[in-house]
T-cell receptor, first 116, second 114 residues
Framework: GAVVSQHPSRVICKSGTSVKIECRSLDFQATTMFWYRQFPKQSLMLMATSNEGSKATYEQGVEKDKFLINHASLTLSTLTVTSAHPEDSSFYIC????????????FGEGSRLTVL | QKEVEQNSGPLSVPEGAIASLNCTYSDRGSQSFFWYRQYSGKSPELIMFIYSNGDKEDGRFTAQLNKASQYVSLLIRDSQPSDSATYLCAVNLFAGGGADGLTFGKGTHLIIQP
């Protein structure tokens, strides 16, 4: 299947700083990538849909000025958590639709963010 | 509001038995249905997907879909301890995918007892 790589896998930062997470599709081009967030013992919640060359579409309740998404190329989307606070500590996972257009999503390894 | 409902469990099943995981969804227009397995601290991995009513078998796994009842299930035969994980049901409005992210249930925590 298609491979999606996410970096970093773990990051610890101080409150008030910004953190960037990268998501790359390694063997296919992804015009659309999705960013999910998962709190402990909770399901994955879609945060935003990242579209190559255009603005991201954010889900209701997700602050677009806090979670900056850039999809500058067909293989790279980035999520920047700006002015991070402890409540932003979570598991962030990116995904992309497979090249076969089956509706299946291929997930990155996830990024565990801890804000002190 | 799209909703996907699962019993959070834990569901405890003896090794070698059949584990049955259930999921209901609210959007009647949903077209594609997925079961993902997620180990603690890891990202989800696809187990099976199903688009049409009926059963779909892949090895020890069988997905069952009933669109009229808005119900999808996953059966795991000959359960192994390595099957212990959280199983996420996911639904997509589009059969072709890509245009819409998946909506996930909260997952069912499955424990296979040796």
């Amino acid at each position: 299947g298609a491979v999606v790589s996410q970096h970093p896998s773990r990051v610890i930062c101080k409150s008030g700083t910004s953190v960037k997470i990268e998501c790359r599709s390694l063997d296919f081009q992804a015009t659309t990538m999705f960013w999910y967030r998962q709190f402990p013992k909770q399901s994955l919640m879609l945060m935003a849909t990242s579209n190559e060359g255009s603005k991201a579409t954010y889900e209701q309740g997700v602050e677009k000025d806090k979670f900056l998404i850039n999809h500058a190329s067909l293989t790279l989307s980035t999520l920047t958590v700006t002015s991070a606070h402890p409540e932003d500590s979570s598991f962030y996972i990116c995904s992309a639709a497979g090249g076969l257009n089956t509706g299946e999503l291929f997930f990155g390894e996830g990024s565990r963010l801890t804000v002190l | 509001q799209k909703e996907v409902e699962q019993n959070s469990g834990p569901l405890s099943v003896p090794e070698g038995a059949i584990a049955s995981l259930n999921c209901t969804y609210s959007d009647r227009g949903s077209q594609s249905f997925f079961w993902y397995r997620q180990y603690s601290g890891k990202s989800p991995e696809l187990i099976m997907f199903i688009y049409s009513n009926g059963d779909k078998e892949d090895g020890r796994f069988t997905a069952q879909l009933n669109k009229a009842s808005q119900y999808v299930s996953l059966l795991i035969r000959d359960s192994q301890p390595s099957d212990s994980a959280t199983y996420l049901c996911a639904v997509n409005l589009f059969a072709g995918g890509g245009a819409d992210g998946l909506t996930f249930g909260k997952g069912t925590h499955l424990i296979i007892q040796p």
